[in-house]
């Protein structure tokens, strides 16, 4: 028997992947604190690359998977907090430039949080093709005349204001398939976040956001990056290969189930010589029926080593295409399902010659057991962003009405007649 709860109370993260659905339901209990009340989590079978390529299985993924967090919280929910990724997210920054308002006759000024949101709103005033759409628009610094790097400046004089932002920016198509998945399946989409990000707000230190950071979202279907320096989002991007493409390889080399290919890389998988021992070795199934044989776990590592590497090269090419890679002083944090494989932490070193830890999102509230696995990033990031915008005096409606931060585009205006 479920609990009567308030929806306005209850915070929940759907982040929808391509290996897996997980739906998080926490409350708030305090000041920046949540408290969770219910996992789920089941496999994704309609999704490719953190696309939605079937509707149908999609929606019965995620109704499986909130089923089972309101099980576990006895609790029932209505809207949700979704995770967007896929090929199709692009990013760029942009600048905005006004004059700062007058509120008297002298030659400057004083900045309100009104030239603030103009000049944000300048800086996304930008041409986009008829099928995207602004996701995000994150603020990096703004510059008051000729002084760089403020973060506050309501409140400064100065006759010019400029605004430095990143833009992320998502297909049309791909964005409404998943709010209708969820409409589906009997759910309102508060907030569309693009998963990188989330990810960020549950593995990151301050200290690593201001130090400078590459985030790796080592997923099923894609890898999300995110590079962060002096507290601000500076670069996103997606790479197209991910855990999936590991399964297959292994389905390929060693001629056996895809099935039995998965289960092979989570319980023997490793992605460098380091990390396994001398001669061991593992039965490997055959297919339609042929006998199951036996292999040596290094050759595994000689079939997932290389696509690994691939994917951390690939991330290497991006910094460097960005130019940012010298402000990188935090090193690399790798979080993500594909970052519990033995071996991950050492080729990346390797590849990127910078430090490396694995993230795994940080405790909800002090004695939550849930920040332990780096695969639960994005749906704690989901609730954490979720409890940001509740502290911030948002909240939620039982009848499903939206609301949205100051950042972040309306989910409203991007499908009017979906939601």
């Excluded at 990724?85 to 692009?90: L, P, R």
């Excluded at 830890?357 to 990031?381: M, N, Y």
Aim: charged share 25%; with cysteine; hydrophobic share 40%.
């Amino acid at each position: 028997m479920k609990k009567i709860a308030h929806q306005h109370d209850l915070l929940c993260g759907l982040d929808i992947g391509t290996t897996k659905i997980v739906t998080l339901i926490a409350e708030p209990v305090g000041d920046n604190e949540i408290q969770l009340l219910g996992l789920g989590c089941v496999p994704s079978r309609g999704l490719r690359r953190g696309v939605v390529i079937n509707l149908e299985q999609t929606t019965a993924d995620i109704e499986a998977s909130v089923r089972e967090a309101e099980e576990n919280a006895q609790v029932s929910i209505h809207s949700v907090w979704a995770g967007i990724a896929g090929e199709h997210i692009k990013s760029f920054n942009s600048r905005g430039v006004i004059p700062i308002s007058k509120i008297r006759s002298d030659p400057t000024g004083e900045v309100t949080q009104t030239d603030v949101d103009r000049v944000v709103e300048a800086a996304r005033a930008i041409a986009l093709p008829m099928d995207r759409r602004v996701l995000h628009v994150l603020p990096q610094e703004f510059i008051v005349d000729a002084e760089r790097g403020i973060r506050a400046p309501v409140g400064m004089a100065g006759v010019r204001l400029e605004a430095d932002v990143h833009i992320v920016t998502g297909a049309i198509a791909s964005a409404q398939n998943i709010i209708t998945c969820c409409k589906r399946a009997g759910l309102s989409v508060v907030d569309l976040v693009l998963e990188p990000l989330a990810s960020a707000a549950s593995v990151l230190t301050r200290d690593e956001r201001e130090l400078g950071v590459i985030l790796l979202d080592f997923g099923g279907g894609t890898t999300d990056m995110a590079v962060f320096h002096n507290g601000a989002i500076r670069h996103t991007a997606v790479i197209a290969y991910g855990g999936d493409y590991i399964t297959r390889d292994i389905a390929m080399g060693l001629r056996t189930p895809v099935d039995s290919a998965e289960r092979i890389k989570i319980e023997h998988g490793a992605a460098h010589q380091r990390a396994i021992g001398r001669n061991e070795f593992l039965p490997i199934p055959g297919v339609g029926g042929r006998e199951p044989r036996e292999m040596s776990r290094s050759m595994l590592v000689s079939i997932i080593g290389p696509r690994v590497e691939e994917i951390f090269i690939a991330a290497r090419d991006e910094i460097t295409k960005s130019r940012i890679a010298e402000y990188i002083g935090a090193g690399v944090v790798v979080t993500g399902g594909g970052a519990s494989m033995p071996g991950v932490l050492e080729l990346a070193e390797e590849i990127f010659a910078l430090p490396v830890r694995i993230g795994a999102p940080q405790e909800l509230l002090p004695g939550d057991p849930l920040g332990l696995d780096p695969k639960f990033s994005t749906a704690v990031g989901l609730v954490k962003h979720a409890a940001e915008k509740y502290g911030n005096g948002d909240r939620m409606h039982s009848d499903g009405d939206n609301w949205v931060g100051r950042t972040s585009s309306k989910v409203k205006d991007w499908f009017q007649g979906i939601i």
